[in-house]
């Protein structure tokens, strides 16, 4: 008998949001919470701003 797929169980999602300017650039990720317990930061583009900014898990 095949076995079940064990799913998605440590992936959660989160929401990187600009620093630069909060509330104007959002993005949605996930991460594995076992192999990153720390806050991720990225950079991302800020359409707004017109340039790449750096965006931090907000939560």
């Not at 169980?9 to 317990?37: D, F, Q």
């Amino acid at each position: 008998m095949a076995s079940k797929s064990k799913g998605k169980g440590n992936r959660e999602t989160i929401i990187l949001e600009c620093t630069e300017a909060p509330g104007t650039s959002r993005y949605n990720s996930e991460k594995n919470k076992r192999n990153h317990p720390e806050r991720l930061e990225l950079k991302k583009y800020n359409r707004t701003l017109r340039k790449h900014t750096l965006h931090r898990e907000k939560k």
